[in-house]
């Protein structure tokens, strides 16, 4: 038991001794979450607590400022919140908290544990918004990168630092496919370390996922970042930054990073919250613009790092509100994404898991990590597929006639070894060869 107070005394005594008055403000005025408090000024980003009962406070994070006042949002419930309550500062401005000892952990937005263990001791941290570097500084996708999903190997070949978007309304699958994918990289590829957040999911989704993921040696390379639907606005959105962050600390270390972010879009939903409370206008569709940069700035931090030598592999899952894939998050994501995942419902509905909509998918980085007969086959695939799905109708109501279009009549009579090849149980895994080979050999046939 001493052992675990080591370190921390450690710090504690190489800690210098601040002296320094400590300064407070007051509340001045709440509007749903939103505080102004006068006879404070510290940094946007600054974390706070706010003094709500005897012996105990409230964190709140400053987001800005209005007529001398500094606006912070409070990171949870208000109830309780009187006027006049005191504000004091705590921490530094725009860090968090990242290293080892958060592997095998269940964390919130503010680092803190919620897996039932011991507190978290960590001196390290890293910027919030990350570590800006030049372009030329990050190193191209040149590794495949292997996802234990058969129709993602073949089809839509990921690589080693790509960022990508799974994209599908609500109930088809993006939360199975992404276990899937988690799953299989850790099992096939040997990841060194796996970074989850999960931003503004069902609670329950959280708790299976953890029960799934968090176990035997898997557990030890595995960091869980979550935050429910029903928390702030800014806590979903310090619970991304947070994620990130520590994928960002051990790519700095030289590892090989996967990040899963479920979802972008609730994200994204968070930042449109405090846009519109702050005062700006809603422009796409009521996000403001500031909403959309804020999932530009998330995905760009991920990728391969020409200095350190690691990589970050981002793995995002973009929410189509009503099937809509012409939505402003969906839209902007694709834009940014190096490859993207579409599910279909329709395919869903026909029983077909993961409902992978193989004509809408895209691997932008494919063509430069797999060889050439891989991509030939992959182009096949997709024709027949194509030519299936767009004369589907007449083929099923008998109005097509044999031997009018060759490739149909391949596509007609290879349609349940398409579609058996595309589907795959959750619990199987199909490693990147096993996938190229079956591929060839369907073609073949």
Same mark, same amino acid.
Do not use: Y
């Given at each position: 038991?001493?052992?675990?107070?080591?370190?921390?005394?450690?710090?504690?005594?190489?800690?210098?001794?601040?002296?320094?008055?400590?300064?407070?403000?007051? $509340?001045? #005025?709440?509007? +749903?979450?939103?505080?102004? *408090?006068?006879?404070?000024?510290?940094?946007? =980003? /600054?974390?706070?607590?706010?003094?709500?009962?005897?012996?105990?406070?409230?964190?709140?994070?400053?987001?800005?400022?209005?007529?001398?006042?500094?606006?912070?949002?409070?990171?949870?419930?208000?109830?309780?919140?009187?006027?006049?309550?005191?504000?004091?500062?705590?921490?530094?401005?725009?860090?968090?908290?990242?290293?080892?000892?958060?592997?095998?952990?269940?964390?919130?937005?503010?680092?803190?544990?919620?897996?039932?263990?011991?507190?978290?001791?960590?001196?390290?941290?890293?910027?919030?918004?990350?570590?800006?570097?030049?372009?030329?500084?990050?190193?191209?996708?040149?590794?495949?990168?292997?996802?234990?999903?058969?129709?993602?190997?073949?089809?839509?070949?990921?690589?080693?630092?790509?960022?990508?978007? $799974?994209? #599908?309304?609500? +109930?088809?699958?993006?939360? *199975?496919?992404?276990?899937?994918?988690?799953? =299989? /990289?850790?099992?096939?590829?040997?990841?060194?370390?796996?970074?989850?957040?999960?931003?503004?999911?069902?609670?329950?989704?959280?708790?299976?996922?953890?029960?799934?993921?968090?176990q035997a040696e898997k557990k030890d390379r595995t960091i869980v970042v979550a935050v429910p639907a029903d928390h702030a606005p800014n806590l979903r959105l310090r619970g991304a930054m947070l994620a990130t962050a520590m994928a960002e600390h051990f790519r700095a270390r030289g590892q090989r990073v996967l990040l899963i972010l479920d979802s972008l879009t609730r994200v994204a939903h968070a930042a449109r919250e405090i846009g519109l409370l702050l005062g700006e206008p809603g422009s796409a569709r009521g996000y403001p613009p500031s909403a959309l940069a804020t999932i530009t700035k998330l995905v760009e931090r991920a990728g391969n790092s020409a200095e350190s030598g690691g990589s970050i592999t981002g793995l995002y899952t973009v929410l189509a509100d009503g099937d809509n894939q012409d939505d402003p998050v969906v839209d902007t994501a694709r834009s940014i994404l190096d490859g993207h995942v579409v599910l279909s419902r329709e395919l869903a509905q026909r029983g077909q898991y993961p409902a992978v909509d193989i004509a809408a998918s895209l691997s932008r980085v494919m063509n430069d990590i797999v060889p050439a007969e891989h991509q030939q086959a992959a182009r096949q695939f997709r024709a027949l597929a194509a030519s299936y799905e767009a004369n589907r109708d007449l083929v099923l109501m008998g109005a097509y006639r044999a031997g009018a279009d060759p490739q149909l009549d391949r596509a007609i009579a290879m349609h349940e070894h398409l579609t058996s090849f595309l589907s795959q149980p959750q619990d199987e895994i199909v490693n990147l060869e096993a996938s190229a080979a079956q591929l060839a050999a369907l073609l073949a046939a």
């Open positions: 038991m001493l052992k675990l107070w080591e370190p921390i005394l450690a710090d504690l005594a190489a800690q210098p001794l601040d002296l320094a008055p400590r300064r407070f403000g007051l $509340v001045a #005025a709440c509007d +749903g979450g939103l505080l102004e *408090v006068s006879g404070l000024s510290v940094p946007v =980003g /600054a974390m706070c607590r706010v003094s709500h009962a005897p012996g105990k406070s409230l964190a709140a994070e400053v987001i800005g400022f209005r007529n001398g006042r500094t606006m912070t949002m409070l990171l949870g419930d208000m109830i309780l919140l009187r006027p006049g309550a005191r504000v004091w500062a705590e921490g530094r401005p725009g860090l968090l908290p990242v290293g080892e000892p958060f592997l095998g952990r269940a964390i919130d937005g503010e680092g803190l544990p919620i897996d039932g263990g011991f507190p978290i001791h960590s001196r390290r941290e890293w910027p919030s918004g990350g570590v800006r570097t030049a372009a030329l500084d990050r190193s191209p996708v040149r590794l495949p990168f292997d996802t234990g999903v058969q129709a993602l190997n073949a089809l839509t070949t990921f690589g080693v630092g790509q960022r990508i978007g $799974v994209m #599908a309304g609500s +109930g088809v699958g993006k939360s *199975v496919l992404i276990d899937m994918i988690a799953r =299989g /990289a850790t099992e096939t590829m040997g990841t060194d370390v796996v970074v989850v957040g999960l931003i503004g999911e069902r609670a329950r989704e959280v708790s299976d996922f953890v029960e799934r993921h968090m």
